[in-house]
């Protein structure tokens, strides 16, 4: 049973991850927290089912162009609502709660399009699982955690060999310091918003083919992330990930220890004690994103 318990934290805090790295670099140069982030997990798999079942194209094909839908809505809200807000100097209160808005409108959407009901994507037959040390895990879940370990190393990469990557950095360091080097710092965060948006689609895609989709399932995986980007730190990828393997185990041990109607009491409390105990840099906005 332990064993099981580990691997599904393992399972969850993949995911997690994939939200909370584009979070957390979004948090880092945009400078405030993208609720809405949680939306576009949630639409992911419902352009999957569109275009799959409405258009008749492969599995594959229907997820690479889900997760460029997610990309260009996440772009879109950038460009659209932030980028002007910005510009007319709109607070971080006022950028939250213009992304709680977004949020809320965008769920609404889906259930109006989709209904509220939970749906399966349908395109893979229920399975028993692989065997691995007395626990089950699914072609699914071995996914996810593929899928987030080569986006943990090519991410890692692509901040610290690429030009993108550098800049980024120095954005997240400092954007007017960043401007004044001659840094068009609204493409670079137009450009973190793709990439992070890309990764919640593919995410929220993945949990679909897994355990079905709700128009409401990004909430969750969002305060997830944002669990995770607190205790691990928004300056560090590494930090984000060991922020989601907490979160993770945190989770799936709560629920197995005290009961599943706890698992949420236990995992803020962690997060309590974290702020509480943990180090500085956890609650400080200066940080240094030059690590990996």
Request: net charge positive; hydrophobic share 55%; proline share 2%.
């Amino acid at each position: 049973m332990a064993v099981q318990v580990i691997l599904n934290g393992l399972i969850a805090a993949s995911l997690t991850f994939l939200v909370a790295s584009g979070f957390a670099l979004i948090l880092r140069t945009a400078g405030f927290l993208h609720f809405s982030h949680g939306a576009v997990f949630a639409l992911g798999p419902y352009v999957t089912v569109v275009i799959a079942a409405g258009a008749g194209a492969p599995l594959v094909l229907a997820v690479a162009c889900a997760v460029a839908v997610c990309a260009l809505v996440g772009c879109s809200m950038e460009f659209g609502v932030y980028r002007p807000l910005r510009r007319k100097g709109a607070t971080s209160l006022v950028m939250v709660l213009a992304s709680f808005g977004l949020y809320i409108a965008l769920e609404n959407l889906i259930g109006l399009t989709f209904g509220v009901n939970v749906r399966t994507l349908g395109f893979t037959d229920m399975e028993p699982g692989i065997k691995l040390l007395g626990a089950r895990i699914t072609e699914m879940q071995l996914l996810s955690l593929g899928v987030a370990a080569v986006y943990g190393v090519g991410a890692a990469v692509l901040l610290h060999a690429t030009r993108i990557g550098k800049v980024v950095r120095a954005v997240g360091i400092s954007g007017i310091l960043a401007e004044v080097c001659g840094v068009k710092t609204d493409r670079v965060i137009l450009t973190v918003f793709a990439l992070g948006s890309a990764m919640a689609g593919l995410g929220g895609i993945i949990s679909a083919l897994d355990v079905g989709m709700t128009p409401g399932m990004g909430l969750k995986v969002v305060m997830l992330g944002l669990v995770a980007t607190v205790v691990g730190g928004a300056n560090r990828l590494s930090g984000v990930a060991l922020g989601s393997l907490l979160v993770g185990m945190t989770d799936h041990m709560g629920a197995w220890l005290v009961g599943s109607q706890w698992r949420d009491a236990v995992l803020f409390t962690f997060l309590l004690g974290v702020l509480l105990l943990g180090p500085r840099q956890a609650m400080t906005r200066r940080t240094d994103v030059a690590g990996v």
